[in-house]
Nanobody
């Protein structure tokens, strides 16, 4: 199983940007679909973005489309989430997952510990 560690979260004003990183160890991520999910207090974990293990095709939640970009560097065993034009409703703990893909959390069987993103208005 692959181990994941997120970083790059923090406090930012609305309209600002952050870049999250997800570093993998233990196994190469090149054979996994990688996804970003987020969870706000009192809410369920929700899909944000994913990138396929072959071809690099991407898919985004409607709420972040046009503002967030997911990318992967298989040579560095790292996945990124560039977040621009952040909004207060983006505030959540962001998790990186590795799995078979899709937009459902149960399709990802390895998770990091999460990184907090807080967007002030």
């Amino acid at each position: 199983q692959v181990q994941l560690e997120e970083s790059g979260g923090g406090l930012v004003q609305a309209g600002g940007s952050l870049r999250l990183s997800c570093a993998a160890s233990g196994r190469t991520i090149s054979s996994y679909a990688m996804g970003w999910f987020r969870q706000a207090p009192g809410k369920e974990r929700e899909f944000v973005a994913r990138i396929s293990w072959i071809g690099g095709s991407t898919y985004y939640a409607d709420s972040v489309k046009g503002r967030f970009t997911i990318s992967r560097d298989n040579a560095k065993n790292t996945v990124y989430l560039q977040m621009n034009n952040l909004k207060p409703e983006d505030t959540a703990v962001y998790y990186c997952g590795a799995g078979v893909g899709g937009t459902v959390a149960r399709h990802f069987d390895s998770w990091g510990q999460g990184t907090q993103v807080t967007v002030s208005s």
